[in-house]
């Protein structure tokens, strides 16, 4: 609910913003984004959500907790940008993998101080990572973090791994601490994990999509954290099943929806965001397809970023997925526009059509012998 007004949350990936400042909106109402991004330092944790009072301006992405000022700036301009646009963000603190600030930086740092860090995943339970405590106030708004409407949600990290655990157990205790600690500094956001969607051991058969990837994450026991107030999935079946045909990829995609979708609501009974899908213009199983959602949901049932989304002139951030308005056939882009007036649109019946409840309530409230007359009206 926005305002007390239901809310789509679609929208793009746009990881990049914080180096770039740049894009065009076309009724997006949702951008998730890296809190920090190379060549500043990568201690990003705490990018966004808090900062040291006693900033530090060195730039050596070697030393814990040294960061470079203009990481906030980008973020602070970011988030005043957004605001201004009516634009939702989701700020990720940080990535499983090694661009844009990824555990491994954790990791190296550990070790810089004498930590015997054997592996990556030691990211989750190595007492060395820490989060920071500032409460700061944007630059450009005057508003803290903490209280600004603009911030949709954080996200705990992108797509948690840790294979080393195929138990579950590892990740599960990492966001049940991080989840209260984000809660007990900002209890105005929502919260969520960041995950893929990959079910856990417990899980049955049916339930085990792809075979190679028990990843250390389980999307029933992790979603239902304390804390964490929305569940998320993604979905690249051409990077799951490369061997499949775009057949049998599509299938994987509706039964992969599908379930999310029921145990979500059924057993989870919280939103769900599809937060990353698309198909890569780089497979070899099939031709270019750049920026076309190809397995996006045609229902509102459930809603979320494709990405990233790119503007000219930024062609080393492309990974295949990429999204560029500029250079999207017109058919392409105005699906795009005409889905995500649908989600306006849809949102704007479903609070007419509440409004319309309360009325008819108004004489049933006055004078309860009209309780069947109203019904029959309603009717």
Known sequence: ????????????????????????????????????????????????????????????PDLPGVYDERVFQGLDFVISEAG?????????????????????????????????????????????DFVGCDHEVNKFTGVAY???????????????????????????????????????VDGNH???????????????????????????TDFIANNQIKGIDFATVHSYPDQWLPAADEEAQLGFLNRWLDAHLEDAREVLRKPLLVAEFGKSSRSP???????RPSSAPSTPRSTGPLGPLLAEGMESY????????????WTTSNLIAQNCRKLRHLGKLIARLRDIGRLELIPVVRSPHRLSFARDAKN
């Open 190 to 216: 929502l919260l969520e994990a960041g995950l893929e969607g990959f079910y856990g051991q417990s899980a049955p058969a049916e339930k085990q999509f792809v075979a190679d990837h028990n990843v250390g």
């Open 318 to 329: 492309g990974d295949g997925y990429e999204v560029v308005l500029e250079e999207l056939h």
């Open 285 to 291: 199983a099939s031709p270019p397809r750049r920026g």
């Open 84 to 128: 201004k646009y009516g634009i939702r963000l989701i700020l990720s603190l940080t990535n499983n993998y090694d661009s844009f600030g990824g555990k491994r930086q954790y990791a190296s740092w550990a070790r810089s101080q004498g930590q015997a860090i054997s592996s990556d995943d030691e990211f989750f339970t190595n007492p060395s």
């Open 1 to 60: 609910m926005l305002n007390g007004d239901p809310f789509f949350a679609n929208g793009f990936n746009a990881y990049w913003l914080m180096a770039w400042r740049r894009s065009r909106r076309r009724g997006q109402g949702l951008f998730r984004l890296q809190a920090g991004l190379p060549p500043w330092p990568r201690h990003s944790q705490d990018l966004g959500l808090q900062r040291r009072r006693q900033r530090k301006h060195q730039r050596s």
């Open 146 to 184: 903490r209280d600004d409407p603009t911030i949709f949600a954080w996200e705990l990290m992108n797509e948690p791994r840790c294979p080393s655990d195929p138990s579950g157990k590892t990740v599960q205790d990492w966001i049940a601490e991080m989840a209260a600690y984000v809660k007990s």
